[in-house]
């Protein structure tokens, strides 16, 4: 069997220009917008729209499901602070396993993060959809018809305002990195607002008889709770789609993801609470826009539900502004090493941006929140998801024994625990998504092959750039990359 195609860390940092100006981008972010970018791409349609599915599945002990899923994540972002701090480049997880885990798996890597993100743009389009609906029928008592405001699947015709956002946020990324996140920083500052207000008020009419029974599906339930749960924090891992772009990659990619992660747990824990405590578990689950609707039962008025309306509307848009940075980002990546088409790494001179690649992934997700139904492959998104924090945790035991001398501005505490912890976690949540989503995954990760070996495999820039030159001079040429 041949040796994996592996592309060392000196060399994807060289050949980013992440220790310069990144290729062709600019470094406009500090650590504010970095903390800002991580809380605009995770704090929006999992606590907003999602909240009322995993209490549904959990009940009370959704705070539960809450803290697994977060500490899923914990471990995973321990090692993607590592990573990030020591290979700061825009390709995230899918340049992590190029240089750990090699070119193939790198590939199906980068496959995944088209779903995860994908999915997450168009399904964060819809739950968008909805709370514009609720911000103006607390305004003017009227809604969307239901033929602009729903695909066929919902009884409409075709999801206008999922499109339009999703354009807006296309616009935005165009225009340049500090115009967006400028727009995210402030977006975020928004909603972080909007829902200390929503704990205020439900912590103002908390009972706590409506806290028992606290698990009424047992332990499964809060199984299948922390399942929904998780993608409430998918997102995070953007952060270090902005290697390129921050100022102080090596140092401040690590703090902004583990600052976002508590940050975000200790949020998600206390509107749940707040949200139960104040009207009932049976009352939120499954109820569209449920927290609009828990401050309207609370205040008895729709003016603070249409406040809470507004902020999830700026809260869900920012998702999409921050998801479909990562994505073009990704896709820059893979571009930039022949393994999709090279319209992806094309940097417009004038902006400094993606322009072709951000257009065309407005335009092919744009599709599916108009006009599809998500929920068939939010399981499929989820495990898919789950399989790269997997390969993220296993690429920091394969860089530790194969790169040790490979500079880390912050290393993984308690290792080799603590990535092992994360594997396990994973592997506990895909466990959980059931045998279909399984099979859909395995189909998933046949095409994702297929296209490897019938595209990425042949235009591979690292195995051409090996097939010119010989070991010796590969072997000289590598220390003067670092």
């Known amino acids: 069997m041949p040796a994996p195609r592996i592309k060392s860390p000196h060399l994807l940092v060289a050949e980013s220009g992440a220790d310069r100006e990144?290729?062709?981008?600019k470094r406009t972010m500090g650590l504010f917008q970095?903390?800002?970018?991580?809380?605009?791409a995770i704090v929006g349609t999992g606590i907003f729209v999602g909240l009322s599915d995993s209490v549904a599945q959990a009940g009370p002990a959704v705070v539960v499901s809450f803290v697994i899923a977060a500490l899923t994540c914990v471990f995973t972002a321990f090692s993607f602070a590592e990573l990030g701090g020591a290979i700061p480049v825009s390709g995230s997880s899918y340049s992590f396993a190029y240089a750990g885990l090699g070119e193939s798996t790198a590939f199906l890597v980068g496959w995944c993060l088209l779903l995860e993100y994908g999915v997450s743009i168009s399904a964060v389009?819809?739950?968008w959809s909805e709370y514009v609906n609720e911000l103006l029928h607390s305004l003017t008592g009227r809604q969307l018809p239901a033929v602009l405001s729903a695909g066929p699947g919902g009884g409409g015709v075709v999801n206008l305002p999922a499109v339009i956002v999703i354009a807006l946020a296309s616009v935005l990324l165009v225009r340049g990195v500090r115009e967006s996140a400028?727009?995210?920083a402030a977006m975020a500052a928004v909603k972080l607002a909007v829902l200390l207000a929503f704990c205020a008020i439900g912590y103002s009419a908390f009972k706590h008889g409506n806290l028992t029974p606290f698990s009424p599906a047992g332990l499964g339930g809060i199984g299948a709770g922390t399942t929904a749960a998780f993608f409430s924090y998918i997102g995070f891992d953007a952060i270090t789609t902005a290697g390129e772009e921050a100022k102080n990659p090596r140092r401040h990619i690590p703090v902004a993801i583990l600052v976002c992660m508590g940050l975000v747990t200790?949020?998600?824990?206390?509107?749940a609470l707040a949200a139960i405590g104040a009207v009932g578990g049976d009352r939120v689950a499954g109820r569209p826009a449920a927290l609009s609707y828990v401050v309207n039962e609370v205040t008895g008025s729709a003016v603070g539900g249409g406040v809470i309306a507004f902020g999830a509307v700026v809260a869900i848009a920012s998702v999409v502004l921050a998801v479909m940075y990562g994505q073009t980002r990704i896709l820059m990546s893979m571009s930039r090493d022949g393994l999709v088409p090279r319209v992806?790494?094309?940097v417009s001179p004038r902006t400094s941006t993606p322009v072709a690649g951000t257009l065309i992934v407005a335009l092919v997700f744009a599709l599916p929140a108009a006009f599809a139904s998500l929920d068939a492959v939010m399981n499929l998104c989820t495990i898919g998801t789950l399989a790269i924090m997997a390969a993220v945790n296993i690429t920091v035991i394969a860089l530790r024994r194969r790169e040790p001398g490979l500079e880390r501005s912050f290393r993984v505490p308690l290792y080799p625990v603590a990535p092992l912890l994360g594997v396990a976690f994973c592997a506990y949540l895909m466990y959980e998504t059931g045998w279909r989503t399984w099979l859909q995954f395995a189909v998933f990760?046949?095409?994702?092959?297929?296209?490897?070996?019938?595209?990425g495999r042949r235009h591979s820039t690292l195995a051409r750039s090996a097939a010119k030159v010989t070991p010796a001079a590969a072997a000289e040429r590598e220390p003067q990359a670092v």
Do not use: D, N
């Open 34 to 40: 970095l903390i800002c970018f991580g809380v605009g």
């Open 344 to 346: 992806f790494e094309k």
């Open 182 to 184: 400028r727009a995210t």
């Open 22 to 25: 990144g290729h062709g981008l």
């Open 445 to 455: 990760l046949a095409v994702g092959l297929a296209v490897y070996g019938g595209y």
């Open 266 to 271: 200790l949020l998600y824990c206390a509107v």
């Open 125 to 127: 389009a819809v739950g």
